[in-house]
């Protein structure tokens, strides 16, 4: 028999839920506001009124993986401290939720970022590769190493942190604290502000049709709409961002020798606009005797691979360990 479990992505908005077949993927998912001003509390309920829908007539899930931002202890059972969580100290996840629940469920929690490459390790364009690095680009910069088909999580847990690798050392602080870290380049309030000030005065850019006034209202999705319909100052924007993109991974594969990188994210939508800056800019920053192999490519399951990572995080966990679930 197949085994399912619920996969779970706890996002600062949005909780994205998903019953995941080991062998096929998705079967089913739904969603619910997230409502994070409410605190732990409130959002606990609302992740466990999702687990307790998916137990419904599925008597063969054998526990419930969680994606969530912020640190993870190395036993998987503790979020301390994510960012856009009011009121988040340090939470045991597995313990609050078996008060919630009717029957207790083995739980595991794992960084977000690491979640969704662990999904696209296994039903996403990961699939392709043993070994490669994620990155997410979406309102901050994560990322995540797989080695092996499982996640590289370092000394403590926490390895994977792209994001706060700096590119200049002078550079503006993330909000990590981290000076000219790529989150403070390519995190989504970063980059729309970058995009603002250099489409200012190019008044022939769609941009100042489609946003607010002074260009307050700029997004991301924005760039990417207005460089579909051939807006050249649209296009730079994406082609910067990949510029910035490239640079941070060259460290990266000089670090870790593995060649193989997935882009995922909201912003990751905009695909070759970003990504053919970032593959050309890659080779110049990987010394000579790494760059055989280089490959960048766009995850293309989308938000999907969180849920599927978060899934896939407990069937890892029961054979790693030998259980047998009741």
């Known amino acids: 028999m197949t085994r399912k479990a619920i996969g779970i992505d706890l996002g600062g908005t949005t909780i994205k839920a998903g019953l995941v077949s080991e062998s096929t993927g998705l079967i089913e998912e739904n969603s619910i506001p997230t409502g994070a001003e409410d605190g732990p509390e409130k959002v606990l309920d609302r992740v466990a009124s999702l687990i ?16 969530a931002p912020g640190a993870i202890n190395w036993e998987r059972t503790t979020v301390s401290g994510p960012p856009n969580f009011p009121g988040w100290q340090s939470v045991h996840v597995g ?26 390790a296994h039903y996403g364009v990961g699939h392709r590769f043993d070994s490669f690095i994620m990155v997410t680009l979406g309102t901050g910069v994560g990322g995540a190493i797989i080695y092996q088909n499982k996640i590289f999580r370092g000394a403590t847990g926490a390895a994977g942190e792209i994001g706060h690798m700096t590119i200049n050392y002078e550079g503006p602080f993330a909000r990590s604290g981290v000076a000219g870290a790529i989150e403070a380049y390519l995190g989504q ?40 319909l051939g807006d050249e100052g649209a296009k ?19 670090l870790l020798d593995i060649r193989k990188i997935v882009v995922g994210g909201g912003l990751s939508a905009a695909g070759n606009y970003i990504l053919d800056a970032t593959r050309s800019t890659l080779i110049h920053y990987v010394t000579p005797v790494l760059q055989g192999g280089l490959e960048v490519v766009q995850e293309t399951r989308g938000n999907d691979v969180g849920m599927l990572g978060a899934g896939h995080l407990v069937f ?11």
């Not at 307790?52 to 969680?66: A, H």
């Not at 200012?200 to 307050?216: G, R």
């Not at 730079?236 to 000089?254: D, P």
């Open 316 to 326: 890892q966990h029961l054979d790693e360990h030998g259980i047998s679930p009741d």
């Open 52 to 67: 307790t829908e998916f137990r419904q007539g599925n008597s063969d899930v054998v526990g419930v993986g969680i994606g």
């Open 95 to 120: 313990n609050a939720l078996a008060s919630r629940l009717n029957k207790p469920i083995l739980t595991l929690v794992e960084n977000d970022a690491n979640a969704a490459a662990l999904g696209s």
């Open 236 to 254: 730079e924007v994406l082609a910067w961002a990949g510029h910035k993109l490239g640079c941070v991974l060259g460290s990266a594969v000089n």
């Open 189 to 228: 309030r970063f980059l729309s502000r970058h995009a603002r000030y250099r489409l200012m005065n190019k008044k022939d850019s769609l941009m100042h049709k489609m946003a607010e006034a002074d260009l307050q209202g700029i997004t991301p999705k924005m760039l990417f709409e207005a460089a579909e």
